[in-house]
């Protein structure tokens, strides 16, 4: 009996089944050239039918192509309709704590994604105490990076037992000259978003407790919109060369001012809650330094606007002043640099009352424009406007300084404008002595802890007595003249021997004479100290 025939039907069955379970081999044809050769050759070689293979891995990425598609499907889902978020733009002060405060947390699972800035102020601080050498010498080194979510990344992170996710992105921005406007987005499962709220209120506090005595310094950039220059320490008020009469009435009419009940008393009387000081006296004297303490005292920010500057624009300037915050110090330095015309004083009926309306205050500065010298791009009109125009803005104390108070031009310092002005006196006898005992006094900290500057060059001085020290800055004030030497020129004469009183007091005659003389020939430069 003949088998063979048999054996042949037997092939073709199992070569028939073997074909079902694969993918058909026109298909991979079409979708891999030269498929059959290389299938042939293989199965020859090695044994291995490449069909299969083919067709394992297609079910794997179908199935996976599918459980993404439905885990997309479904993500998309609960994202609309119980994912909740909050966008913060990078022109927020919030924007800068969240990513801050989010670089010292730990995600839900590492993120491939990050990135690397150097903080100079975190790292300074806690190393401060060992940056010195064998020799002494102080050496500030590249501080170790922080690490924040980058752009187009979503990280996941926990707090209070929610999970949320922070996404990063940024887009170009018309107004601000096609630069980048950078915004983070905060996401949390919840058809609200009070998490999220509460959230950034733990952020807040956690930053606040961070920039405890600190003072934000905000300057405008092209395009009419603030950014934080610097967070300096707040200056202690103490440290001001001014009469401390003087101090007080000014903290006392700023605190009345920021007074919440102040606000509504102005509404009711119809009168724009709004309050200028002119800060005036010869260079050094104190003008900025009084302005950037009373930010500290009360807790506000500083908006530094400098009239000189040749890219600010008057639509720029309103556009400043429209995003102030509620509360702050608005601080305009050198008014009298900008050369603004002065004209001539207004006359008793110009002069703004208390209870004068918006519509009289528009027509005073209307009155203002035909009168008005261009300095750069601003001029007093526009200045006049966004200080306290019709649509102005309310409740930020503004701060004008000048060394020539008689330049400026009445319309800007009428009441209403300025409602109190401070003159700046050069060093009186009471300054001189202050500063003395301010420079080699002990503060408490330094009491506490016993730190000093280790100056090795030359002996520290050992005078501590306070007693001792009284009768050395009565002396030191005996030889200097009153109204001579700025507060500044004092206390930069101490710098030089900060740690040596005895040597400040021993040469104080030698440099008072140099100082005088180089005066009366017109010279700025003295000999050397």
Known sequence: MDFSRLESLQYELNATNSSATNLPSTLLELVVPGYSTISQVAFRLLGIDIGVLVTGWALIFGCRTAWRYTYDLVQGYLEEHYTSSIQIDDDDDLFDYVKAWLAGQQTKRPSRKLKAVTDYDDNNKKNEDNISDVHGIYKYELPIPRYEPSYGSDNEFQHNGRTFRVSRSSMKDDNRGNNLKESLEIFCYGQTTQPIKDLLLHIRSWKVKQETSMTSVYRPLSGGYWSRQSCRPSRPLQTVSLDQEQKDDIVEDINEFLHPATARWYAARGIPHRRGYLFHGPPGTGKTSLSFALAGVFGLQVYCVSLNDKDLTEPDLCSLFDDLPDRCIVLLEDIDSAGL???????????????????????????????????????????????????????????????????????????????????????????????????????????????????????????????????????????????????????????????????ALDDVVRWRDEVLEAKKKGKRLVGAQ
Do not use: W
């Open 341 to 503: 015309k002065r004209e001539e004083e207004p006359s008793s009926t110009e002069e703004k009352k208390e209870g004068e309306t918006e519509s009289e205050t528009s027509k005073d500065v209307a009155k203002q424009t035909s009168k008005t010298e261009t300095s750069g791009g601003i001029s007093l009109s526009a200045l006049l406007n966004v200080i306290d125009g019709a649509a102005a803005h309310e409740g930020h104390v503004l701060i004008m300084t000048t060394n020539t108070p008689e330049t400026l031009d009445a319309a800007l310092i009428r009441p209403g404008r300025v409602d109190l002005q401070v003159a700046f006196t050069l060093a009186t006898r009471a300054q001189i002595h202050e500063t003395f005992m301010r420079m080699y006094s002990a503060t408490p900290e330094e009491q506490a802890t016993g730190s000093r500057i280790p100056i090795k060059s030359r002996p520290v001085s050992k005078i501590t007595d306070p007693e001792t020290l009284e009768g050395m800055a009565r002396r030191f004030a005996e030889q200097l003249p009153e109204s001579t030497f700025s507060p500044a020129e004092v206390q930069g004469y101490l710098l030089t021997r900060k740690k040596d009183p005895q040597r």
